[in-house]
Protein backbone atom coordinates (compact mmCIF):
# COMPACT_ATOMS: atom_id res chain seq x y z
CA UNK A 1 0.00 0.00 0.00
CA UNK A 2 2.55 2.38 1.00
CA UNK A 3 4.48 1.78 -2.33
CA UNK A 4 1.96 2.21 -4.48
CA UNK A 5 1.09 5.50 -2.74
CA UNK A 6 4.48 6.52 -3.52
CA UNK A 7 4.27 5.84 -6.80
CA UNK A 8 0.68 7.78 -7.44
CA UNK A 9 2.50 11.10 -6.00
CA UNK A 10 5.44 10.03 -8.33
CA UNK A 11 3.53 9.75 -11.17
CA UNK A 12 1.79 12.87 -10.69
CA UNK A 13 5.38 15.17 -9.62
CA UNK A 14 6.08 13.87 -13.51
CA UNK A 15 3.12 14.97 -14.38
CA UNK A 16 3.03 18.45 -12.78
CA UNK A 17 6.49 18.70 -14.33
CA UNK A 18 5.75 17.93 -17.79
CA UNK A 19 3.13 20.40 -17.77
CA UNK A 20 5.71 22.97 -16.77
CA UNK A 21 7.82 21.96 -19.34
CA UNK A 22 5.27 22.36 -22.15
CA UNK A 23 4.03 25.58 -21.02
CA UNK A 24 7.66 26.93 -20.62
CA UNK A 25 8.59 25.54 -24.29
CA UNK A 26 5.73 24.90 -26.42
CA UNK A 27 4.24 28.62 -26.67
CA UNK A 28 7.83 30.28 -27.60
CA UNK A 29 8.82 27.57 -30.81
CA UNK A 30 9.17 29.01 -33.51
CA UNK A 31 7.78 26.44 -35.54
CA UNK A 32 4.15 25.60 -37.09
CA UNK A 33 1.35 24.45 -34.74
CA UNK A 34 1.80 20.92 -36.63
CA UNK A 35 5.16 20.65 -34.97
CA UNK A 36 4.02 22.06 -31.53
CA UNK A 37 1.14 19.62 -31.46
CA UNK A 38 3.63 17.07 -32.11
CA UNK A 39 6.09 18.29 -29.31
CA UNK A 40 3.06 18.62 -26.60
CA UNK A 41 2.52 14.82 -27.85
CA UNK A 42 5.64 14.09 -27.37
CA UNK A 43 5.44 15.19 -23.88
CA UNK A 44 1.82 13.27 -23.20
CA UNK A 45 3.58 9.99 -23.89
CA UNK A 46 6.87 10.93 -22.15
CA UNK A 47 4.11 10.86 -18.55
CA UNK A 48 3.16 7.57 -19.47
CA UNK A 49 6.47 6.60 -21.13
CA UNK A 50 8.91 7.14 -17.91
CA UNK A 51 6.92 5.39 -15.02
CA UNK A 52 6.25 2.21 -18.05
CA UNK A 53 10.25 1.91 -18.19
CA UNK A 54 10.21 1.60 -14.39
CA UNK A 55 7.78 -1.15 -14.11
CA UNK A 56 8.80 -2.90 -16.50
CA UNK A 57 10.88 -5.65 -15.32
CA UNK A 58 8.17 -6.76 -13.41
CA UNK A 59 6.80 -7.92 -16.88
CA UNK A 60 7.50 -11.67 -17.40
CA UNK A 61 7.23 -11.72 -21.12
CA UNK A 62 9.82 -11.53 -22.66
CA UNK A 63 11.54 -9.84 -24.34
CA UNK A 64 8.09 -7.04 -24.26
CA UNK A 65 9.84 -6.00 -20.79
CA UNK A 66 13.13 -5.30 -21.80
CA UNK A 67 11.95 -3.22 -24.73
CA UNK A 68 9.37 -1.66 -22.78
CA UNK A 69 12.30 -0.53 -20.41
CA UNK A 70 14.47 0.51 -23.36
CA UNK A 71 11.76 2.69 -24.59
CA UNK A 72 10.94 4.34 -21.13
CA UNK A 73 14.26 4.44 -19.75
CA UNK A 74 15.22 6.54 -22.85
CA UNK A 75 12.58 8.98 -22.51
CA UNK A 76 13.51 8.95 -18.68
CA UNK A 77 16.89 10.62 -19.43
CA UNK A 78 15.64 12.76 -22.04
CA UNK A 79 13.08 13.85 -20.36
CA UNK A 80 15.62 14.87 -17.44
CA UNK A 81 17.84 16.64 -19.61
CA UNK A 82 14.95 18.73 -20.80
CA UNK A 83 13.57 19.61 -17.38
CA UNK A 84 17.05 21.37 -16.58
CA UNK A 85 17.67 22.97 -19.41
CA UNK A 86 14.28 24.47 -19.22
CA UNK A 87 15.29 25.58 -15.53
CA UNK A 88 18.34 26.72 -17.31
CA UNK A 89 16.84 28.88 -20.00
CA UNK A 90 13.91 30.09 -17.55
CA UNK A 91 16.97 32.06 -15.10
CA UNK A 92 18.18 32.85 -17.96
CA UNK A 93 15.61 34.60 -19.54
CA UNK A 94 14.80 36.03 -15.79
CA UNK A 95 18.23 37.52 -15.87
CA UNK A 96 17.80 39.27 -19.30
CA UNK A 97 14.56 40.73 -18.65
CA UNK A 98 15.99 42.23 -15.45
CA UNK A 99 18.79 43.20 -18.11
CA UNK A 100 16.41 45.31 -20.46
CA UNK A 101 14.20 46.59 -17.28
CA UNK A 102 17.76 48.65 -16.39
CA UNK A 103 18.85 49.15 -20.08
CA UNK A 104 15.50 49.15 -22.31
CA UNK A 105 16.03 47.99 -25.89
CA UNK A 106 19.61 46.63 -25.04
CA UNK A 107 18.54 43.37 -25.64
CA UNK A 108 15.70 41.00 -28.00
CA UNK A 109 13.90 39.30 -25.53
CA UNK A 110 11.90 38.52 -28.30
CA UNK A 111 14.50 36.41 -30.33
CA UNK A 112 15.94 35.24 -27.05
CA UNK A 113 12.74 33.64 -26.34
CA UNK A 114 12.12 31.73 -29.73
CA UNK A 115 15.72 31.13 -30.08
CA UNK A 116 16.22 29.21 -26.35
CA UNK A 117 12.86 27.23 -26.94
CA UNK A 118 13.99 25.55 -30.59
CA UNK A 119 17.26 25.16 -28.75
CA UNK A 120 16.89 23.58 -25.65
CA UNK A 121 14.32 20.28 -26.99
CA UNK A 122 17.67 20.13 -29.30
CA UNK A 123 20.14 20.13 -26.71
CA UNK A 124 18.43 17.78 -24.45
CA UNK A 125 18.20 15.34 -27.30
CA UNK A 126 22.05 15.56 -28.45
CA UNK A 127 23.16 15.07 -24.54
CA UNK A 128 21.00 12.07 -24.27
CA UNK A 129 22.74 10.44 -27.73
CA UNK A 130 25.90 11.34 -26.96
CA UNK A 131 25.07 10.20 -22.84
CA UNK A 132 23.68 6.61 -24.16
CA UNK A 133 26.94 6.45 -26.05
CA UNK A 134 28.74 7.29 -23.20
CA UNK A 135 26.90 4.20 -21.10
CA UNK A 136 26.54 1.62 -23.86
CA UNK A 137 30.39 1.89 -24.63
CA UNK A 138 32.68 -0.62 -22.57
CA UNK A 139 34.13 0.91 -19.23
CA UNK A 140 37.58 2.56 -19.30
CA UNK A 141 40.36 1.03 -17.14
CA UNK A 142 41.28 4.18 -14.67
CA UNK A 143 44.74 3.54 -12.62
CA UNK A 144 45.21 4.48 -9.04
CA UNK A 145 47.82 4.42 -7.06
CA UNK A 146 47.74 4.62 -3.50
CA UNK A 147 50.66 5.95 -1.28
CA UNK A 148 50.40 3.66 1.94
CA UNK A 149 53.10 4.35 4.74
CA UNK A 150 55.94 1.94 5.42
CA UNK A 151 53.90 -0.43 3.37
CA UNK A 152 55.77 -3.75 3.00
CA UNK A 153 58.60 -4.37 -0.08
CA UNK A 154 56.45 -7.65 -0.92
CA UNK A 155 52.97 -5.83 -1.72
CA UNK A 156 54.74 -2.64 -3.54
CA UNK A 157 52.63 -2.31 -6.62
CA UNK A 158 49.89 -5.12 -4.79
CA UNK A 159 47.20 -4.33 -8.15
CA UNK A 160 43.25 -4.80 -7.20
CA UNK A 161 40.98 -4.31 -10.10
CA UNK A 162 37.61 -3.04 -8.84
CA UNK A 163 34.32 -3.32 -10.62
CA UNK A 164 30.80 -1.82 -9.42
CA UNK A 165 27.48 -0.98 -10.24
CA UNK A 166 27.29 -3.03 -13.20
CA UNK A 167 23.66 -3.56 -12.73
CA UNK A 168 22.86 -6.03 -15.00
CA UNK A 169 19.09 -6.06 -15.46
CA UNK A 170 16.68 -4.63 -18.10
CA UNK A 171 19.37 -2.65 -20.73
CA UNK A 172 22.64 -4.57 -19.72
CA UNK A 173 22.66 -8.03 -20.70
CA UNK A 174 25.41 -10.50 -20.97
CA UNK A 175 27.32 -9.30 -23.77
CA UNK A 176 27.96 -6.20 -21.74
CA UNK A 177 29.23 -7.95 -18.66
CA UNK A 178 31.18 -10.39 -21.00
CA UNK A 179 33.31 -7.33 -22.25
CA UNK A 180 33.71 -5.86 -19.02
CA UNK A 181 35.35 -9.61 -17.55
CA UNK A 182 37.05 -9.40 -20.51
CA UNK A 183 38.77 -6.50 -19.57
CA UNK A 184 39.23 -7.23 -15.86
CA UNK A 185 41.15 -10.51 -16.96
CA UNK A 186 43.33 -8.55 -19.07
CA UNK A 187 44.71 -6.61 -16.53
CA UNK A 188 46.54 -9.70 -14.84
CA UNK A 189 45.42 -8.60 -11.13
CA UNK A 190 46.47 -9.47 -7.81
CA UNK A 191 43.08 -9.53 -6.51
CA UNK A 192 39.22 -8.39 -7.92
CA UNK A 193 37.13 -6.54 -5.93
CA UNK A 194 33.32 -6.51 -6.64
CA UNK A 195 31.70 -3.60 -4.98
CA UNK A 196 28.29 -4.37 -5.10
CA UNK A 197 24.93 -3.49 -7.12
CA UNK A 198 25.93 -6.16 -9.78
CA UNK A 199 22.05 -7.01 -10.48
CA UNK A 200 18.66 -5.32 -11.20
CA UNK A 201 16.21 -8.06 -10.89
CA UNK A 202 15.80 -11.78 -9.93
CA UNK A 203 18.03 -14.88 -10.02
CA UNK A 204 16.15 -16.63 -12.09
CA UNK A 205 15.77 -13.59 -14.93
CA UNK A 206 19.40 -12.86 -15.06
CA UNK A 207 21.47 -15.74 -14.16
CA UNK A 208 22.14 -16.55 -17.76
CA UNK A 209 23.17 -12.64 -18.40
CA UNK A 210 25.86 -12.97 -15.28
CA UNK A 211 27.16 -15.92 -16.05
CA UNK A 212 30.51 -14.16 -17.61
CA UNK A 213 31.15 -12.95 -13.68
CA UNK A 214 32.55 -17.06 -13.20
CA UNK A 215 35.22 -15.93 -15.49
CA UNK A 216 36.89 -13.53 -13.36
CA UNK A 217 40.20 -14.02 -12.43
CA UNK A 218 43.12 -12.81 -10.16
CA UNK A 219 46.17 -14.64 -8.62
CA UNK A 220 44.51 -14.33 -5.38
CA UNK A 221 40.44 -14.47 -6.15
CA UNK A 222 37.72 -12.48 -6.65
CA UNK A 223 36.13 -10.99 -3.99
CA UNK A 224 32.30 -9.11 -3.78
CA UNK A 225 29.97 -7.20 -1.29
CA UNK A 226 26.21 -6.68 -1.20
CA UNK A 227 24.92 -3.15 -2.38
CA UNK A 228 21.82 -2.00 -1.45
CA UNK A 229 20.71 -3.43 -4.93
CA UNK A 230 20.88 -6.81 -4.16
CA UNK A 231 18.69 -6.26 -1.23
CA UNK A 232 15.39 -5.05 -3.63
CA UNK A 233 16.68 -8.10 -5.79
CA UNK A 234 16.53 -10.94 -2.89
CA UNK A 235 20.03 -10.97 -1.41
CA UNK A 236 19.81 -14.22 0.07
CA UNK A 237 19.28 -15.81 -3.37
CA UNK A 238 21.88 -13.67 -5.01
CA UNK A 239 24.77 -14.76 -2.67
CA UNK A 240 23.99 -18.19 -3.15
CA UNK A 241 24.55 -17.59 -6.75
CA UNK A 242 27.32 -15.23 -6.63
CA UNK A 243 29.42 -18.19 -4.51
CA UNK A 244 28.12 -20.63 -7.22
CA UNK A 245 30.08 -18.16 -9.86
CA UNK A 246 33.12 -18.65 -7.81
CA UNK A 247 33.16 -15.16 -6.11
CA UNK A 248 33.89 -14.84 -2.55
CA UNK A 249 31.59 -13.14 -0.60
CA UNK A 250 32.18 -11.02 2.68
CA UNK A 251 29.49 -10.43 4.45
CA UNK A 252 31.36 -8.74 7.78
CA UNK A 253 34.18 -10.90 7.76
CA UNK A 254 37.82 -11.17 6.53
CA UNK A 255 40.41 -13.09 4.70
CA UNK A 256 44.48 -12.90 5.02
CA UNK A 257 45.39 -13.02 1.42
CA UNK A 258 50.14 -13.95 1.26
CA UNK A 259 51.39 -12.43 -1.53
CA UNK A 260 54.88 -13.11 -1.32
CA UNK A 261 55.76 -13.84 1.76
CA UNK A 262 53.58 -10.42 3.19
CA UNK A 263 49.84 -10.44 4.20
CA UNK A 264 47.57 -8.41 3.92
CA UNK A 265 43.64 -8.30 5.17
CA UNK A 266 41.44 -8.59 2.63
CA UNK A 267 37.78 -7.64 4.44
CA UNK A 268 34.03 -7.02 3.33
CA UNK A 269 30.60 -5.24 4.65
CA UNK A 270 27.12 -6.00 3.39
CA UNK A 271 25.26 -2.36 2.29
CA UNK A 272 25.33 0.10 4.77
CA UNK A 273 21.29 -0.12 4.48
CA UNK A 274 20.80 -3.85 4.41
CA UNK A 275 19.76 -3.77 7.91
CA UNK A 276 16.92 -2.06 6.83
CA UNK A 277 16.09 -5.13 4.97
CA UNK A 278 17.57 -7.69 6.81
CA UNK A 279 18.54 -7.42 10.75
CA UNK A 280 21.45 -10.30 10.53
CA UNK A 281 22.76 -8.12 7.62
CA UNK A 282 23.47 -4.78 9.16
CA UNK A 283 26.24 -3.81 8.22
CA UNK A 284 29.59 -3.50 10.54
CA UNK A 285 32.91 -2.82 9.43
CA UNK A 286 34.25 -3.76 13.28
CA UNK A 287 32.93 -7.02 12.73
CA UNK A 288 34.58 -7.15 9.58
CA UNK A 289 37.95 -7.16 11.37
CA UNK A 290 36.94 -8.40 14.20
CA UNK A 291 40.19 -11.27 14.95
CA UNK A 292 42.76 -10.11 12.10
CA UNK A 293 46.41 -10.40 13.38
CA UNK A 294 47.30 -7.35 14.92
CA UNK A 295 50.85 -7.39 13.12
CA UNK A 296 49.01 -6.72 9.70
CA UNK A 297 49.52 -3.78 8.49
CA UNK A 298 47.53 -3.40 5.33
CA UNK A 299 43.83 -4.36 5.77
CA UNK A 300 41.48 -3.04 2.52
CA UNK A 301 37.84 -2.87 3.42
CA UNK A 302 34.97 -3.32 0.44
CA UNK A 303 31.98 -1.28 1.60
CA UNK A 304 29.28 -0.76 -1.37
CA UNK A 305 28.79 2.68 -0.33
CA UNK A 306 31.18 5.36 0.56
CA UNK A 307 29.43 6.77 3.90
CA UNK A 308 30.94 3.40 5.62
CA UNK A 309 34.13 5.36 5.45
CA UNK A 310 33.64 6.75 9.66
CA UNK A 311 33.14 3.38 11.01
CA UNK A 312 35.94 1.93 8.71
CA UNK A 313 38.50 4.50 10.16
CA UNK A 314 37.32 4.19 13.58
CA UNK A 315 38.04 0.02 12.96
CA UNK A 316 42.06 0.65 11.60
CA UNK A 317 41.52 0.35 8.09
CA UNK A 318 44.02 1.22 5.75
CA UNK A 319 42.02 1.63 2.53
CA UNK A 320 37.91 1.27 1.64
CA UNK A 321 37.07 0.58 -1.82
CA UNK A 322 33.50 2.03 -2.81
CA UNK A 323 31.27 2.48 -5.48
CA UNK A 324 27.40 3.15 -5.05
CA UNK A 325 27.57 7.17 -6.56
CA UNK A 326 28.40 6.40 -10.07
CA UNK A 327 30.20 10.02 -9.84
CA UNK A 328 26.76 11.13 -10.22
CA UNK A 329 25.95 9.49 -13.52
CA UNK A 330 24.80 12.70 -15.69
CA UNK A 331 24.55 16.48 -14.83
CA UNK A 332 23.08 17.81 -12.13
CA UNK A 333 22.84 14.48 -10.28
CA UNK A 334 26.28 14.82 -9.37
CA UNK A 335 25.34 17.50 -7.05
CA UNK A 336 22.76 15.70 -4.75
CA UNK A 337 25.11 12.63 -4.42
CA UNK A 338 27.02 15.20 -2.01
CA UNK A 339 23.79 15.50 0.17
CA UNK A 340 24.09 11.64 1.48
CA UNK A 341 27.66 10.59 0.73
CA UNK A 342 30.71 12.16 2.00
CA UNK A 343 32.45 11.20 -1.34
CA UNK A 344 31.40 11.26 -5.09
CA UNK A 345 33.97 9.58 -6.62
CA UNK A 346 37.89 9.20 -6.91
CA UNK A 347 40.31 8.94 -4.20
CA UNK A 348 40.16 10.76 -0.82
CA UNK A 349 41.49 10.90 2.94
CA UNK A 350 39.21 10.71 6.27
CA UNK A 351 41.60 10.16 9.59
CA UNK A 352 43.97 8.14 8.01
CA UNK A 353 42.02 5.65 6.20
CA UNK A 354 42.41 6.52 2.10
CA UNK A 355 38.92 6.08 0.45
CA UNK A 356 38.53 5.00 -3.04
CA UNK A 357 35.15 5.45 -4.50
CA UNK A 358 33.83 4.42 -8.26
CA UNK A 359 31.82 5.70 -10.98
CA UNK A 360 30.69 2.83 -11.35
CA UNK A 361 31.40 -0.21 -14.63
CA UNK A 362 27.25 0.33 -15.37
CA UNK A 363 24.80 2.60 -14.86
CA UNK A 364 21.81 2.47 -13.23
CA UNK A 365 18.10 3.75 -14.53
CA UNK A 366 18.58 5.81 -17.99
CA UNK A 367 21.39 4.56 -20.46
CA UNK A 368 23.01 7.92 -20.15
CA UNK A 369 26.34 9.28 -18.85
CA UNK A 370 27.74 12.67 -19.14
CA UNK A 371 30.67 13.90 -17.09
CA UNK A 372 30.77 10.98 -15.11
CA UNK A 373 32.56 8.24 -17.41
CA UNK A 374 32.10 4.64 -16.07
CA UNK A 375 35.16 2.59 -14.97
CA UNK A 376 37.42 -0.38 -14.35
CA UNK A 377 39.69 0.84 -11.52
CA UNK A 378 42.81 -1.09 -11.57
CA UNK A 379 44.11 0.34 -7.99
CA UNK A 380 48.19 -0.26 -7.01
CA UNK A 381 49.91 -0.07 -3.53
CA UNK A 382 52.69 1.94 -3.56
CA UNK A 383 54.99 2.90 -1.18
CA UNK A 384 54.16 6.60 0.58
CA UNK A 385 56.43 9.63 0.66
CA UNK A 386 58.74 9.70 3.51
CA UNK A 387 57.85 12.85 6.11
Keep these: MRRSSFLVRLI????????????????????????????GL??????????????????????????????????????????????????????LMTVDAIWPGTIALARWRTGTAAAVPLLALLSTLVGLFNARRRAR??????????????????????????????????RYVDAIVDA????????????????????????????????????????LVTGNHEYYA???AWIDEFRRLGLNVLLNEHVIVEHN?????????????????????RS?????????PGDVLIKVLLAHQPRSAEAAAAAGFTLQLSGHTHGGQFFPWNFFVRIQQPFTAGLARLN??????????GYWGPPKRLGAPSEITRVRLVPGEPD
Excluded at 202 to 217: G, K
Excluded at 261 to 281: K, M, N
Excluded at 284 to 292: L, S
Design 184 to 223: VNHLKPDLIAVTGDVVDGTVPQLTHHTQPLSRLSARHGAF
Design 234 to 236: GAN
Design 42 to 95: WLVLSVFLIPLGMLARTIKRQPLGDRLAWVGLLAMGLFSSLLVLTFVRDVALAS
Design 284 to 292: DPMAAIAGA
Design 261 to 281: GARAVIAGVTDYSAGHHDPLH
Design 141 to 174: VVTIEVPIDDLPAALDGFTIVQISDIHVGPTIKR
Design 352 to 361: GLWVYTSRGT
Design 12 to 39: LIGILLHIYVGFRLIPDMPVSITVRSLA
